[in-house]
């Protein structure tokens, strides 16, 4: 039964970008409570910066400008840089001035940031998906991705990487909300707003910051998902930040290690669904959305319990 | 006649001033009643540019556009009882048109010709009845969808409707035994009634333009009565609204009922109109177009979606014709992104939007709205 | 504060209506309203609609399209023209939806100028529009489009790729004879094409004495194939099939070598791009591929195509592009051949053309506007695709 083994960690696997995509996701929701649409589209320019940052030239609005070069480290880096200034800027213009609006205005807006930035790449990069370049240290001379097999099971040395990455920046983001001042201020600006700022937080920088940090993990977890799939494209973002929103609210919305929890779960539920429901890999994309259902259906607070409250 | 409610002009704020009371008489009043004088202009243009263009335009390509316009009036009208007056944020509306366009396609398909091998063109009358029973389908869809959102709020409610239009259309594109899948069904016999075909673009046109009328009136009149005074109670507040004893769940269910079974119908004509469906006509880009017209036109009244489709369909043809538009065609996107963020952020209410929307919408007003909300639930409980 | 702005409202209202009024009559006027390269053209000149996704998620193959087109018009107009007049295209995007191109088939039928339609190149666009153009006369050649329920639109209605029917058949017969493999599994995109090719490839295995072990399907757009491979891997195939694109193909590819699945691949059609080597790397080395054009051929006709794509577009065509160059001159050499620009004739020349040497290969019409084209295949050898040594029979 090694296929059984291969297909769990194939879902592993995927869990853990979804988990990168759903930690970043649900710090930021349980602050501003906004399923920020827009969300996929920092972790696609994520990928298309440090894609940028790696080659030695890039077509850009059709006409080819030469690039830096760097390695995969720096180039993430800096795309994470980049990214968190874009949501900080996208927070500021598009949902800040909705903070006090209802649910409906705010979530409308998102979608049009989203539309908005899925074609603003599409003009900068053209339509065309673009190859990730193939990462050193990652890769044989042969130009595959280094790998090795473990009873029975093929992992590469990149999936690999991905996994301790994820768990490092969960370790991190948790420690840092739980354990810092910011992160004390973050917690109280989720739980009220008016209450905190009343005693003294600056609601309006922690919320910024909140995005710079969500945002640069989001460009991250885009970096990581384009080099283990050696592409990225304009729309490559929608279906990641919407099965990343879902991963969340599965693991309980506003909990980190339950995001984390939550992407690892659905990544298992889709590999291994996919596998062994009948007509399962036809209807792989469905499982998603039913396991949401479910959830808001049965147990709404998530797995591991939410730190906001249900009804508003 | 004080209270009588088709004198009181509460949409747009102007009861107390009393200038603007209207005593039109009640046929005119039920159909372009609950508006404001304002918005009654804007229609009874509309309505006469809509009769007489067809005949002033000789081009076919223009009434095929109008045609295209008036569908998509009736799915925002539609969508717009669902968000604009319940304010559900409801992300997978276009479901239900797929879903009455399905339903026509596989009844006429799959079970007359395939199944019966009968000579479809003798089942006309058929198409008028599956516009009813399509609708009606779909309104059962929609309380049945609806039905598990009841206690989600806001953003879950959105992706959880988002979820459900994704899965039904999932299911069309690969229940191939039903739908044959992304094939598609081809074959939906044109309309036609008592010997008359409905060949020409022009007569298309026309029976769509009545289909959307009576949607209309049908609308209008629902959400002027107590059911849609209930909507606008729950869009408001729904914890005051339950306190003042309105089921909310009995018309939340009833909204999506309601607004699901317009998009039915209309798939219905759809499917007569195109003679083919398949799934590509029924992504979730639709959802987003379908909700950007709602909003762009003003939430919450009658005229609102109407406007947003014929200035937003209107707008997109003739961007078409640039030649930069043509070589960029993301530029499009971009234009429906920064409508949609701009509309959002100074203009919530729309281009039509009722003062009562703007009110709940803009921030600053909404803020002491939500400090008495908070006030009353603590008392409340 | 707002009631001022409502007077302004209604205004503004009323002035657009009017707009839209004096939009919709002025469109009655100049029926070239809607032309980007050709302006309100007398009736003479060769204007053809090209019609394809030119946005949205398959924007690259309109792209394509297009860039076919416009080399074909490039080349009619040095050479003087079509019966004496200029060449041009109008482009129609029709995002692969079909009441999109229900829409741009209605503005090609109004503007009087278009005399033929270079599209469309999705099968249920090309199902929805084909009603449309089949009505009104006007002929309609499809350079991509496979869906069997084409054939029957009518006879304005023509193409010049093969159906699926035909791929599939010609690339099992391949698969068990000419290579010699016979367990062999399927991975399919569940669109119209992915699926109705590989249905039409696995009972041609199985008929001709092969075996399908496994047979997995995904949707366009997905990126996680992993599943479906472990699958096939278990059932241990000699070869995969992959029906579908290469966005999705090359993904497959290169999770296929890393699950250890070291077998031949064969991809369908809509592989046969210089991105899939791009996009693949490594894992592509060596993957057969069903082409409905190879540029490498050493023909006269291609060579003098892919030398003006390369100088124009820099890097190589693909079947897309090649298709609608095909269609553009075919076209052209009907009307060339009608002696004059028009609907019907070109319709009729269509008719009576004969074999038409295309670049794509030889172009004869059956009485459904069908072709019988033979099939090419070509390998990826150090990132480029060249003629396979094996070929299949060239009938």
Redesign the interface.
């Given at each position: 039964m090694s296929?059984f083994a291969?297909?769990l960690v194939?879902?592993l696997?995927?869990g853990c970008l979804y988990a990168l995509i759903a930690v970043a996701y649900t710090m930021v929701y349980g602050i501003i409570?906004?399923?920020n649409f827009a969300f996929g589209e920092l972790f696609m320019f994520g990928a298309f910066i440090t894609i940028m940052m790696m080659s030695k030239d890039i077509t850009l609005f059709g006409h080819t400008a030469p690039m830096p070069h760097l390695s995969f480290f720096l180039a993430a880096l800096i795309a994470m840089a980049v990214v968190g200034v874009m949501g900080v800027v996208i927070e500021r213009?598009?949902y800040r001035?909705?903070?006090?609006?209802?649910?409906?205005?705010?979530?409308?807006?998102a979608?049009?940031?989203?539309?908005?930035?899925?074609?603003?790449a599409?003009?900068i990069y053209g339509?065309?998906?673009i190859?990730f370049p193939?990462i050193g240290l990652f890769t044989t001379a042969?130009?595959?991705?280094k790998?090795f097999?473990f009873g029975g099971v093929?992992i590469?040395y990149f999936q690999l990487f991905v996994v301790a990455v994820t768990i490092v920046v969960m370790l991190l983001l948790t420690t840092f909300v739980r354990r810092t001042r910011m992160g004390r201020a973050m917690r109280a600006s989720a739980q009220d707003k008016r209450t905190s700022a009343l005693m003294g937080v600056n609601v309006n920088r922690v919320i910024a910051l909140t995005f710079l940090i969500g945002s640069a993990m989001g460009a991250l977890a885009g970096a990581l998902y384009g080099g283990v799939?050696?592409?990225a494209?304009p729309?490559?973002g929608f279906?990641p930040g919407?099965k990343a929103?879902?991963a969340a609210?599965l693991g309980g919305i506003g909990n980190i290690p339950g995001a984390f929890l939550g992407g690892l779960t659905l990544g298992v539920i889709?590999?291994?669904g996919?596998?062994y429901l009948p007509?399962g890999?036809?209807?792989?994309?469905?499982f998603?959305?039913?396991i949401?259902?479910l959830i808001?259906?049965f147990k709404?607070s998530g797995l591991l319990g939410a730190t906001v409250e249900?009804?508003? | 006649m004080a209270d009588d409610p088709q004198n009181v002009d509460v949409e747009s704020g102007e009861a107390a001033g009393g200038r603007f009371r209207t005593r039109l008489n009640p046929i005119a009043s039920a159909v372009l009643g609950g508006t404001s004088r304002r918005q009654r202009l804007v229609m009874a243009a509309l309505l006469a540019l809509a009769i007489i263009l067809p005949f002033i335009v000789q081009e076919d390509r223009w009434v095929t556009l109008m045609t295209v316009v008036v569908i998509y009036v009736v799915l925002a009208s539609g969508l717009n009882i669902v968000?604009g007056f319940t304010?559900l944020?409801d992300l997978g509306y276009v479901a239900f048109y797929a879903i009455g366009a399905y339903y026509t396609a596989i009844i006429f398909h799959n079970v007359l010709l395939v199944h019966y091998g009968v000579d479809i063109d003798k089942y006309w009358w058929l198409m008028w009845v599956n516009l009813l029973v399509g609708g009606l389908m779909a309104a059962g869809a929609g309380a049945l969808l609806g039905y598990?959102t009841l206690?989600?709020?806001?953003?879950?409610l959105?992706?959880?409707t988002?979820?459900?239009g994704?899965?039904i259309r999932?299911?069309a594109s690969?229940w191939v035994g039903l739908t044959r899948g992304p094939s598609g069904i081809p074959g939906i016999p044109k309309p036609a009634f008592l010997g008359y075909d409905f060949q020409s673009t022009v007569s298309l046109y026309f029976l769509g333009l009545a289909l959307a009328l009576l949607s209309l009136w049908v609308i209008s009149r629902i959400v002027r009565s107590r059911v849609g005074r209930a909507w606008t109670a729950i869009r408001e507040d729904e914890v005051a609204a339950e306190a003042m004893g309105i089921h909310t769940s009995r018309y939340k269910l009833l909204s999506y009922a309601t607004g699901a079974f317009f998009a039915g119908m209309m798939g219905v004509f759809f499917g007569h109109y195109l003679n083919y469906i398949s799934p590509s006509s029924f992504l979730l880009m639709q959802s987003?177009l379908i909700?950007s017209l709602v909003?762009l036109g003003g939430?919450g009244n009658i005229a609102g979606p109407i406007l947003g489709a014929v200035i937003w369909i209107g707008l997109q043809e003739y961007l078409n014709n640039f030649t930069f538009v043509q070589i960029?065609p993301?530029?499009?996107?971009?234009a429906?992104?920064?409508?949609?963020?701009l509309?959002?952020?100074f203009r919530?209410q729309g281009l039509l939007g009722s003062l009562r929307v703007a009110l709940?919408?803009?921030?600053?007003t909404?803020?002491e709205s939500?400090h008495e909300r908070q006030e009353w639930s603590d008392a409340l409980h | 504060m707002i009631q001022g702005r409502r007077k302004h409202l209604i205004i503004a209202v009323a002035i657009l209506a009017l707009a839209l009024a004096l939009v919709a009559a002025g469109g009655c006027g100049s029926s070239g309203s809607s032309s980007s390269s050709g302006s309100t053209a007398p009736a003479a000149d060769f204007v053809v609609g090209v019609a394809g996704p030119m946005?949205g998620?398959y924007?690259?193959y309109g792209?394509s399209h297009k860039e076919g087109a416009q080399i074909a018009v490039d080349e009619l107009n040095a050479n003087g023209g079509v019966n004496g007049a200029k060449a041009s295209f109008v482009i129609g995007d029709d995002l692969g939806d079909p009441q999109q191109a229900v829409l741009v088939a209605q503005k090609f039928i109004d503007d009087k100028s278009i005399v033929v339609v270079d599209g469309h190149q999705f099968s249920g666009a090309t199902i929805a529009a084909g009603a449309k153009y089949q009505s009104a006369g006007m002929p309609m050649v499809s350079p991509s489009a496979t869906n069997p329920d084409i054939s029957t639109l009518g006879d304005y209605i023509w193409r010049i790729c093969m159906t699926d029917a035909v791929q599939g058949a010609g690339l099992a017969k391949y698969s068990v004879e000419q290579l010699g493999k016979k367990n062999i599994a399927i991975i399919y995109d569940?669109s119209d094409y992915g699926r109705g090719l590989a249905d039409a490839f696995a009972s041609g295995v199985e008929s001709d004495g092969g075996k399908v072990v496994e047979k997995?399907?995904?949707?366009t757009?997905?990126?996680?194939f992993?599943?479906?491979l472990?699958?096939i891997?278990?059932a241990n195939p000699d070869l995969l099939f992959m029906s579908g694109y290469y966005?999705e193909g090359?993904?497959i590819a290169?999770q296929a070598?890393?699950?250890?699945l070291d077998v031949q691949l064969l991809g369908s059609d809509g592989y046969a791009s210089d991105?899939l080597p791009?996009?693949g790397?490594?894992?592509v080395e060596g993957m057969l591929v069903s082409t409905f054009f190879d540029y490498t051929k050493n023909d006269p006709a291609v060579k003098k195509f892919v030398a003006a794509y390369k100088a124009k577009y820099k890097g190589n065509p693909d079947w897309f592009a090649a298709n609608s160059y095909d269609v553009t001159m075919l076209a052209a050499k009907a009307a060339e051949n009608a002696g004059k620009n028009d609907r019907t004739a070109i319709n009729d020349a269509l008719g009576s053309i004969g074999t038409y040497q295309g670049i794509s290969g030889p172009i004869t019409f059956d009485k459904n506007g069908d072709v019988q084209k033979p099939l090419s295949i070509v390998v990826v050898k150090n990132g480029k695709l060249i003629t396979a040594p094996v070929q299949p029979p060239q009938q």
């Open positions: 296929s291969q297909q194939n879902g696997m995927i409570e906004l399923i213009l598009a001035p909705l903070r006090n609006a209802p649910r409906l205005a705010a979530l409308i807006s979608i049009g940031v989203s539309v908005l930035l899925q074609n603003v599409q003009a339509s065309n998906q190859p193939n042969a130009g595959e991705p790998s097999a093929q590469t799939y050696h592409a494209w729309l490559m279906t919407l929103f879902i609210v889709e590999a291994l996919s596998a007509l890999s036809q209807y792989r994309d469905a998603a959305f039913v949401l259902i808001l259906s709404p249900q009804k508003a | 968000v304010g944020l598990p206690r989600v709020r806001g953003d879950y959105a992706i959880m988002l979820g459900f994704e899965i999932i299911v690969n987003f909700l909003v939430m960029h993301e530029t499009r996107g971009i429906l992104g920064l409508v949609l963020v509309l959002m952020v919530p709940e919408m803009h921030p600053k909404r803020a939500e | 946005t998620q924007a690259t792209q569940n997995q399907q995904y949707a757009g997905d990126t996680d992993s599943s479906q472990t699958k891997k278990s966005p090359s993904k290169q070598r890393q699950l250890g991105q791009k996009l790397g490594a894992a």
